[in-house]
């Protein structure tokens, strides 16, 4: 089934730098792809979704990028602050050997930003 | 308003005690999952459904029952809880063939 790989598990940088965080995933027919984030001892808060090779900006200090060539996903964070400090997830669905319906995570990253 | 609430938010039982966490979603999704978190695992699957009345096993479904008895509800059965149970709990909702889903606060569950 589909696998997904996230990297790294932790990241720790400094306010106003940028962070990376990136995944793999094993399905060429993956569709639906997402960022999750959840701050200490909360839920889940879905960030965005994307499906198609694209660059997209939220306009929240995130930068989203699909290579579907590589199959990879990334999430950038700009100029990241404090309040950014969280585990963040990647989530794969729509593959050959899933659904859609079904999401198949990352392992999670968990970021620290230093003031 | 939250959308995907749960039940007990923290839960202490006994080692071969019945838990029964609960879930409702105000969403009018069809799909509902839940999930469990334990650090090094990430979230893994353990039962999902797409409508009233149906259940499907997840990716680890031993030692769990569902069961979904209208479009908002829908709940985790532990028959026979174990300490290997002890985990924080998540309850999702999500619209059919979107991919999305849309998460509840989570249950902390710890079996002595």
């Known amino acids: 089934g589909e696998q997904v790989e996230q990297r790294p598990p932790h990241l720790s940088v400094r306010e106003g730098d940028s962070a990376v965080i990136t995944c793999t995933y094993t399905?060429?027919?993956?569709?639906?792809f997402f960022w999750y984030k959840q701050e200490p001892g909360a839920s889940l808060q879905l960030l965005m979704k994307?499906?198609?090779?694209?660059e997209i900006n939220e306009g929240q200090g995130f930068t989203v990028l699909l290579n579907k060539k590589d199959k990879r996903l990334s999430l950038n964070l700009t100029a990241a602050h404090p309040g950014d400090s969280a585990a963040y997830f990647c989530a794969v669905s729509g593959g050959a050997s899933s659904s859609f319906s079904k999401l198949v995570f990352g392992q999670g990253t968990s970021l620290s930003v230093v003031p | 308003e939250a959308a995907v609430t749960q039940s007990p938010r923290n839960k202490v039982a006994v080692t071969g005690g019945k838990v029964t966490l609960s879930c409702n979603q105000t969403n009018n999704h069809n799909n509902m999952y839940w999930y469990r978190q334990d650090t090094g695992h990430g979230l893994r699957l353990i039962h999902y459904s797409y409508g009233a009345g149906s259940t499907e096993k997840g990716d680890i479904p031993d030692g769990y029952k569902a069961s979904r008895p209208s479009q908002e509800n829908f709940s985790l059965i532990l028959e026979l809880a174990t300490p290997s149970q002890t985990s924080v709990y998540f309850c999702a909702s999500g619209a059919a063939g979107t991919g999305e889903q849309y998460f509840g606060p989570g249950t902390r569950l710890t079996v002595l």
């Open positions: 399905d060429p027919n993956s569709y639906y």
């Open positions: 994307v499906f198609s090779s694209t």
